[in-house]
């Protein structure tokens, strides 16, 4: 069995250059396609005409609601487990409560009518903000 | 960060020893250490949450040691190494969810490394960059499958690139590794 095998005496065997052109293209192409992606998201943000918050679970939409009116929203329910507390404020939306076991949807940043979403991964709940142009629906939560 | 704590327990091992694995023992032997470093560094990696809204989302430190078995050992031999931090990991600080995107990000980014590796175009640091932020994809991919929708793709520009950033630092460090390794190895051997 060889100790070390073709590749990688080729990529360090040989002496040639620690960083290659090769590597600064790959690099390069990596960071331009995330910024394209970030400008995209920005781009579609500044399409929205009316903020609305858009809560699903499951992948699907369980309720809309204006960013405009403050309020507080149970998702799920405590007794049987599995809540989260949802308080748009100010135009701001955050996740206050909470019993999932990482709590990272607590932590993470209140979300605004400029757009961006909140994730509670282990209650697969997805809070965003959608175009409500059409008009929101009643919003009908648990 | 802690790259440099990090590749401390490595350099102080003898290499003579330890990096010249002509046995098969002596090879598994050290590849069940290097993945217990590996879920060291994943541990270590969990207790540094990133300031992300979906938990369990990693940098791909571990990727220090799934580099290293990659370019010593070869591919084969870097994905058993990959899964079983993945399980060990995803069994002691996870969830069943947790576990299952981090394996997508660990077979993503080890299946690029070693397409990028075969090219023979790229040294480490290249290969390395591109592999943390597939590692990067490949989680979000499956963390957006479970949640349904496609809200967590907004958190993917920033996480590409810090993937890519911190794997070309953890392929800068690999590359001084191997490097000094194969030296002293020189060095025993000739
Ligand atoms: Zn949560």
């Avoid at chain 2, 990096?19 to 560094?41: E, K, N, Q, Y």
């Avoid at chain 2, 591109?130 to 793709?153: E, K, R, S």
């Amino acid at each position: 069995m060889a100790r070390t095998d073709s590749a990688s005496e080729k990529a360090l065997g040989s002496r040639r250059k620690t960083f290659r052109r090769a590597d600064l293209w790959l690099l390069l192409l990596i960071a331009l396609s995330s910024v394209l992606l970030f400008v995209f998201f920005l781009w579609k943000d500044t399409r929205i005409r009316t903020p609305v918050l858009e809560i699903s679970q499951d992948g699907q939409v369980v309720g809309v609601y204006p960013l405009s009116e403050d309020r507080e929203l149970l998702i799920g329910s405590k007794e049987s487990g599995g809540y989260n507390v949802v308080r748009i404020e100010n135009g701001k939306i955050r996740i206050t409560e909470a019993d999932c076991p990482d709590r990272s949807c607590v932590r993470s940043i209140a979300i605004d009518r400029r757009g961006g979403s909140i994730i509670c991964l282990p209650h697969r709940l997805v809070l965003r903000i959608a175009d409500g142009a059409g008009g929101i629906p009643d919003a009908v939560a648990e | 960060m802690d790259m440099n704590r990090s590749d401390k327990p490595q350099s102080s091992i003898p290499p003579e020893n330890l990096f010249h694995t002509d046995t098969p023992a002596a090879r598994i032997a050290l590849l069940g250490l290097l993945t217990a470093l590996s879920v060291i560094m994943g541990y270590i990696e969990a207790r540094i949450p990133l300031p992300l809204p979906v938990p369990g989302i990693k940098l791909g430190l571990c990727n220090i040691v799934i580099v290293f078995v990659l370019y010593r050992f070869g591919g084969l031999r870097a994905l058993p190494v990959s899964l079983i931090r993945v399980l060990v990991i995803g069994l002691l600080f996870g969830t069943p969810v947790s576990m299952l995107y981090s394996a997508s990000g660990a077979v993503l980014s080890l299946l690029g490394m070693v397409l990028l590796r075969k090219t023979g175009r790229f040294s480490v640091i290249g290969v390395s960059g591109a592999g943390g932020a597939l590692h990067a994809l490949g989680q979000i991919l499956v963390a957006a499958a479970f949640t349904g929708g496609t809200g967590i793709f907004r958190y993917l520009p920033v996480l590409l690139l810090a993937g890519e950033f911190c794997g070309a630092l953890i392929g800068f460090v690999d590359l001084i590794l191997l490097r000094r390794l194969k030296s002293r190895r020189n060095e025993h051997v000739l």
